[in-house]
């Protein structure tokens, strides 16, 4: 009976080792998790930059609210002469300001989306995004009279099927590669130092014109006027996709929470 006794035990000991490693395991990929990227080579990626030797550089502006900060910005665009930039519109922000979105359709600027709700796309159920996808494109198209075909998604927020439903509506997903972190209003030097000393050729720099960020449109005559002594052309970020690699960048799906 006691030879009987030891040998349970020692199978009991195999088995209880035995399932900490998988326990052990499991916690492992658990808190890996959030290092595991979402994309493999076949599936739609978001857009982070344009691998090019051309000093082109294209500055992006989200709005989703407010009515004080837009017009300051295109002001300055346009006494600077940057006829090329790209702006990414909520659809409900345009509803409420068509005569400042009508300003940067005359002024030749491009638009894309910023989505409908301003919510975490990942969040969503496939029909929720793609709701909200196509309910913003309905909105932008009567606004501006435009097709757009690029997006940039509330807080920066997307996982795989994101992509993949925003590519199946024909919608290229645009993100950043230089942030200005203009959102966090801590001084105009410290915008134009983070966008002008992280700037490179074929860039994707993301800035605000929402009234959240008070600062930018002080920020931008310096930030423009310093890109250009250093040899950089502004171009949109469709021009930027017509350079030969787009850098899709691998990237790990972004939750930041900032405020765009």
């Known amino acids: 009976m006691n030879f009987f006794y030891v040998m349970n035990g020692t199978k009991l000991k195999r088995y209880m080792i ?3 490693a998988v326990l052990f395991a499991i916690g492992i990929v658990y808190s890996e998790s959030g290092n595991i990227t979402v994309f493999s080579q076949n599936e739609p990626a978001a857009i982070y930059s344009v691998e090019t030797d051309k000093k082109v550089i294209a500055l992006t502006f989200d709005i989703s ?3 004080k900060r837009a017009e300051p910005i295109l002001k300055i665009l346009e006494e600077k002469g940057v006829k090329k930039a790209t702006f990414f519109l909520s659809s409900p922000w345009s509803q409420q300001h068509p005569e400042i979105v009508q300003k940067i359709v005359k002024g030749g600027w491009e638009i894309g989306s910023h989505g409908h709700k ?3 796309y990942s969040k969503l159920s496939d029909e929720e995004i793609r709701e909200q996808i196509q309910t913003a494109d309905g909105i932008l198209k009567q606004v501006t009279g435009q097709n757009p075909n690029l997006i940039r998604l509330p807080n920066g927020d997307f996982d795989k099927r994101v992509l993949r439903i925003a590519n199946e509506l ?3 997903v645009i ?5 200005s972190l203009d959102w966090m209003n801590k001084g105009v030097a410290n915008i134009v130092n983070r966008v002008v000393t992280k700037a490179h050729p074929g860039d994707i720099v993301l800035m605000h014109a929402s009234d ?3 600062q930018t449109h002080e920020a931008l005559p310096t930030i423009i006027d310093e890109l250009r002594a250093k040899g950089y ?3 949109t970020v469709s021009e930027l996709l017509q350079q030969t690699s787009v850098d899709h960048k691998e990237a790990e799906r972004s ?3 900032k405020i765009y």
């Open 175 to 179: 993100q950043w590669d230089t942030d």
């Open 233 to 235: 052309e502004f171009v």
């Open 255 to 257: 939750t930041s929470g």
């Open 118 to 120: 301003h919510v975490n």
């Open 212 to 214: 959240t960020c008070t």
């Open 18 to 20: 035995v399932f900490i």
């Open 170 to 172: 024909n919608y290229k």
């Open 65 to 67: 609210w407010g009515d």
